[in-house]
């Protein structure tokens, strides 16, 4: 039980695995294997995993593993899916205010920490271009008084919302876990042309935090999902969800009080967010659950839920719907290890529901070239991009009937 719930930790949410960003957006090189970087020393807890181990455990399982797929380097499109490659582990999306590009967050070695970045997806090119960051805090006015300028070299994002303040000015936040657990706030505006990223604060959640997902709200507060205690021994955390232990919640950030653990959100590894958009209703993909569950705001109250396996990250689109990535591997013995270029071909849905009914539909259900794993399935008009959290590529495919 506990090499299987190893496993399990090891590549839950944003996968155990990582790989370096290609240098170009189609590159054609020879796999090579992956040297992790060591766990940062104060990091004593439950984030001090391993690859070898994980791969340990999958061998173990006798289940058939992903591996580099070196036919698929080159980056072409197949099965009706276009791949925009020459990112790190694009984990999370989210649209610019035009319609243009898609901001990813590419992410470092998750439970490591290792360094990532913010990008750029250019949907008329195609292609992968970089966001500059003003990184001055000349206005640090929209975190919290008290939070300082985290370390850039260390800069590693997760989740990432983009939303509209009610002055107008657009906000990104972002999910940072360089040498602290924290949210980051952007300004997204542009110059000469061009999207750019001033930050304008952070906020740092009180005890021994490990969060996955954000989600703002429109009274400049925002909601971030919290997995486990960071420093907790492994030992000890595989013991708590052999047990079933609901110790992961969701807080509530507010700039005047700070942080509020939202009342009914105690739950197994909660890991995707998103809230409706009069900001009443919120919905958390609890990971380790394989549900979807749907809180009221004010009272704590869970509305509903529906069953879906291991969502992972939850998008709205223009007309409300939420979309869902769904893992559809065997989380306890099939692992990205081996996969050191090019996609991690682990099969994957993308439902589309209703947040009235909570009825899900199955959009995208893909177990084949040239995309797997994915961790985001994001709306953009006709057309669904998905991002994985172990792999060098964005994916996009047309969706019959977006609206309906």
Same mark, same amino acid.
């Given at each position: 039980m506990f090499r299987s719930l190893f496993m399990l930790l090891a590549i839950v949410l944003s996968s155990g695995c990582t790989q370096e960003a290609a240098e170009s957006p189609n590159p054609a090189r020879e796999a090579e294997p992956v040297t992790l970087e060591s766990p940062d020393p104060e990091h004593t807890g439950s984030s001090g995993i391993i690859s070898a181990e994980r791969e340990a455990v999958a061998t173990d399982s006798g289940l058939p593993q992903p591996k580099t797929e070196m036919g698929l380097l080159d980056c072409q499109p197949m099965n009706d899916t276009s791949v925009y490659c020459g990112y790190q582990n694009p984990e999370d999306l989210v649209v610019v205010p035009d319609g243009s590009a898609l901001v990813v967050s590419e992410m470092g070695e998750f439970m490591l920490d290792t360094p990532g970045g913010l990008s750029m997806l250019d949907l008329t090119a195609g292609e992968r271009g970089e966001i500059a960051i003003d990184w001055s805090g000349a206005d640090t006015s929209w975190g919290a008084e008290d939070c300082s300028t985290p370390d850039v070299a260390a800069f590693s994002p997760h989740g990432i919302d983009l939303m509209t303040r009610p002055d107008g000015l657009h906000q990104l936040l972002v999910v940072n876990h360089g040498k602290r657990e924290s949210v980051e706030f952007f300004e997204l505006l542009q110059e000469e042309g061009n999207w750019v990223l001033a930050w304008r604060g952070c906020a740092v959640p009180p005890g021994d935090p490990f969060i996955n997902d954000v989600a703002g709200l429109a009274d400049g507060g925002f909601f971030v999902t919290h997995m486990w205690n960071k420093s907790t021994p492994f030992e000890k955390v595989v013991e708590q969800f052999t047990n079933g232990e609901n110790i992961g919640w969701v807080w509530e950030w507010q700039p005047e009080s700070g942080f509020t653990k939202l009342l009914g959100s105690d739950e197994l590894m909660p890991n995707g967010i998103a809230v409706s958009p009069d900001n009443s209703k919120i919905f958390v993909n609890i990971y380790l659950g394989n549900k979807t569950i749907r809180l009221d705001r004010e009272s704590g109250e869970v509305e509903g839920s529906f069953e879906v396996q291991q969502p992972d990250n939850i998008t709205v689109d223009e007309e409300g719907s939420l979309w869902i990535a769904s893992h559809k591997h065997d989380p306890l013995g099939q692992t990205c290890a081996a996969v050191t270029e090019g996609p991690c071909l682990l099969p &994957? %849905?993308?439902?589309?529901? /209703? =947040?009235?009914?909570? /009825?899900?539909?199955? +959009?995208?259900? %893909?177990?084949? =070239? =040239?995309?797997? &794993?994915?961790? +985001?399935?994001l709306r953009v008009g006709g057309r669904l991009y998905m991002g994985s959290a172990h792999g060098d590529r964005v994916a996009g495919r047309a969706i019959a009937n977006p609206t309906n």
């Open positions: &994957y %849905e993308v439902l589309k529901v /209703d =947040p009235g009914t909570l /009825d899900a539909v199955v +959009v995208i259900a %893909e177990n084949r =070239p =040239p995309m797997g &794993y994915a961790t +985001v399935a």
